[in-house]
């Protein structure tokens, strides 16, 4: 991918949507009730020391209410601001393979039929919650429609991952990768920055270690520090150094420009729930955030992938 769209200097996810279904697209983003083995005691509790006893799924649908009612009131929501458009129902919160195979199954067929403009599906979910028998499923689901299915990795590093109680290695997320590609099935990967221990350089290897994997996509989120979480309690016991703004926006800004050109940059800044964010607090700027990262890479004259020296 060589000329980006929006004046953006990489290539997005609006961009990427446009370009499959010539139309636009939005994610309805669901809570299907899923809980993860990282939580239920199956690998451990609590989860994530940053993951919020919601499952980062503060912007999906009401658990009170069905799949349909949830995928309502949201889509009504979106229409203010495109009233034309196709839809992608996503299973957020938690870990959404984290259940018997008939049950994904009805739960997947149903979110398929909410709507006649639905294009597809994504689904959030652990490299560790992939069985053969479901991920041969989501392969049979996407020769029907568009499967994207998007893995926690965070960071590649292993002293990081225990220290965030991750759960699994990463060897475990390199297997989940493989089998997905094998099937090819779409493959999203969420990284975080800032986290406790990390250095720049540390980042950076993160992101250029994806151009090793076969993947078609990637967001990026800055740590949000939220309320009710173990990474709360650590940080208000004994405060651990964030990164600041303009830290967040070079570490993301040379990201990019590691990262293989024809990777779907979904986002660079993540959101947080104004009420449980204790830090850092300049991330509820979010368009300040995506501002400064387009302003960097103008200034610089630099796109996604100048930096980028190879292939998968």
């Not at 451990?44 to 799924?57: E, I, V």
């Not at 196709?86 to 957020?92: D, G, S």
């Not at 041969?136 to 225990?162: C, K, N, P, W």
């Not at 250029?208 to 009710?228: A, E, F, P, R």
Request: net charge neutral; proline share 3%.
């Amino acid at each position: 991918m060589s000329s980006y769209i929006n004046n953006k200097r990489y290539y997005t996810m609006h961009q990427f949507l446009k370009e499959t279904f010539n139309q636009k697209v939005f994610k309805v983003s669901l809570n299907a009730g899923f809980t993860c083995p990282n939580k239920d005691g199956t690998k451990g509790y609590g989860g994530c020391t940053f993951c919020s006893p919601s499952g980062s799924g503060d912007f999906a649908g009401d658990l009170n209410d069905d799949l349909l009612k949830q995928f309502h009131t949201i889509k009504t929501k979106m229409h203010q601001k495109w009233p034309k458009a196709a839809y992608i129902p996503y299973f957020q919160a938690n870990s959404n393979t984290y259940a018997p195979l008939e049950d994904l199954k009805q739960l997947y067929e149903t979110a398929l039929t909410l709507d006649e403009n639905v294009v597809g599906l994504a689904i959030a979910t652990r490299a560790d919650c992939l069985t053969t028998p479901i991920m041969d499923y989501l392969q049979s689901l996407s020769e029907r429609t568009f499967v994207q299915i998007e893995l926690g990795l965070q960071s590649m590093h292993e002293t990081t991952a225990q220290a965030i109680n991750r759960g699994h290695d990463l060897a475990t997320f390199e297997q989940a990768v493989k089998a997905l590609r094998q099937r090819g099935i779409h493959v999203v990967v969420h990284l975080i920055n800032g986290l406790p221990g990390e250095t720049k350089a540390m980042m950076i290897k993160t992101a250029k270690y994806l151009n090793t994997l076969d993947i078609q996509g990637v967001k990026i989120h800055m740590l949000h520090v939220v309320k009710h979480t173990q990474m709360a309690a650590m940080y208000n016991q004994q405060p651990f150094k964030l990164l600041s703004l303009d830290d967040y926006v070079e570490i993301t800004t040379t990201q990019i420009e590691h990262l293989n050109p024809n990777i779907v940059i979904q986002r660079v800044t993540g959101d947080a729930d104004r009420d449980t964010l204790i830090a850092p607090l300049w991330t509820l700027k979010k368009f300040v955030v995506m501002n400064n990262i387009d302003k960097r890479l103008n200034a610089k004259d630099s796109q996604q992938g100048n930096l980028f020296l190879g292939s998968f």
